[in-house]
């Protein structure tokens, strides 16, 4: 069985920064995707960020240039910088890991708990 913990999440003011982590567990040989998605109240969660194990990268168009994704494959672990952040960042983050090869075979899309991110005055 796989789990994800997320880390990192908190207050802060705008223009502030955060860096979240997410540690994959379990039996895991390796791990397709990794990324991070968000959802805001009332609204659907859409993805922010996602790592592929051979180094592709993609964004939201509105975290482009402020968030950075990465990952450190032997550890299972995925993060997102986030500078200069903004009130419609507010959002509870969540924690994606797709396509996991683990000692029993491949598993999909899996799920962290969840972080809130509150990007207030």
């Known amino acids: 069985q796989v789990q994800l913990v997320e880390s990192g999440g908190g207050l802060v003011q705008p223009g502030g920064s955060l860096r979240l982590s997410c540690a994959a567990s379990?039996?895991?040989?390796?791990?397709?995707?990794m990324g991070w998605y968000r959802q805001a109240p009332g609204k659907q969660r859409e993805p922010v960020a996602v790592l592929t194990s051979g180094g592709t990268t993609n964004y939201a168009d509105s975290v482009k240039g402020r968030f950075t994704i990465s990952r450190d494959n032997a550890k299972n672990t995925v993060y997102l910088q986030m500078n200069r952040l903004k009130p419609e960042d507010t959002a509870v983050y969540y924690c994606?890991?797709?396509?996991?090869?683990?000692?029993?075979?491949?598993?999909?899309?899996?799920w962290g708990q969840g972080t809130q991110v509150t990007v207030s005055s």
């Open positions: 379990g039996s895991i040989v390796s791990i397709h995707a």
């Open positions: 994606n890991a797709d396509r996991i090869v683990t000692a029993a075979g491949i598993v999909s899309n899996y």
